[in-house]
């Protein structure tokens, strides 16, 4: 069967990811929590008979990212497909935050991704074949999370997804690219971090998203924006001109003035 390699695969979107691809690719799970791996893995083997390699990593550093860049070129066994979702996010703003936990955040969110994506591409075009999701966020699309590196971190993983997808090296080829934006997902993602639901009405279904998603690849599409309410705010955020957002823009420095510690305050599918 095909490989597929998932990133932040202990939770969240990527989990919904493993169970989906499970009937039809083996699987390469990827996260800091080897034993929620594990027991995931147990569970997709026993019910769809999966072949699962869980590898342990901290994509924040180059050391840590190693295993997955040696997996991802690995010709012997090759990756058919790349999820790459691990991410992250504050409750509070930029401005307040210590620099070194919002250079941690770029590292994971940013930096991690376009290194896997790039890995990725090269040794999929050297076989001729494959497809990656890189996961991105609406956010990235126009400011919409103010005194946040988040938005600048996604906007950093659309904006190199897309200028991939329309280089003539992928063109002309059998590679597929795509950026996944999802808004709100009904995940523990906000809850982790600590960040209030303000849009109650804009919650989109985890297993919708990921459905979404793969029939998008599939599709040849280059961004991937799940469910129509988002498809529309993701138009009217690239028509807008980008200092409305101060207009709309949910302001993370506006949350509450005592800064927790780190792990308090974050929120990592990776």
């Not at 010709?75 to 991410?87: I, M």
């Not at 919002?102 to 930096?111: D, G, I, Q, R, T």
């Not at 966020?137 to 991939?164: F, K, N, Q």
């Not at 795509?178 to 297993?207: E, Q, S």
């Amino acid at each position: 069967m095909p490989v597929a390699l998932i990133t932040g695969a202990s939770s969240g979107i990527g989990e919904e990811f493993a169970r989906q691809l499970a009937a039809t690719h083996d699987l390469v799970l990827v996260a800091r929590d080897v034993a929620k791996l594990e027991r995931l893995g147990e569970q997709l083997l026993d019910t769809h008979g999966t072949r699962v390699e869980v590898l342990g990593a901290d994509v924040s550093t180059r050391t840590g990212r190693e295993p997955v860049l040696a997996r991802l070129a690995d010709r012997d066994d090759p990756v058919d497909l790349l999820v790459n979702n691990a991410g992250m996010g504050y409750a509070t703003g930029a401005s307040r935050n210590p620099v070194d936990d919002e250079m941690y955040m770029l590292e994971v969110n940013a930096v991690a991704k376009v290194h896997f994506s790039l890995t990725a591409v090269q040794a999929m075009l050297a076989r001729g074949s494959g497809g990656i999701i890189n996961v991105a966020s609406v956010c990235g699309i126009a400011p919409a999370w103010v005194d946040s590196l988040y938005g600048t971190s996604t906007a950093t993983v659309l904006r190199h997804t897309e200028e991939m997808a329309y280089s003539k090296a992928l063109r002309t080829s059998d590679v597929k690219i795509m950026a996944l934006c999802p808004g709100d997902v009904l995940t523990d993602f906000n809850n982790r971090a600590g960040i209030p639901n303000r849009t109650d009405w804009g919650w989109v279904d985890v297993g919708v998203l990921v459905r979404v998603a793969l029939a998008d690849l599939r599709r040849g599409k280059v961004v991937s924006v799940p469910t129509a309410r988002y498809k529309l705010l993701s138009s009217l955020m690239k028509i807008f001109p980008n200092s409305w957002s101060r207009m709309y823009g949910y302001d993370l420095g506006q949350q509450r003035p005592e800064l927790p510690d780190a792990a308090q305050r974050s929120s990592s599918t990776g």
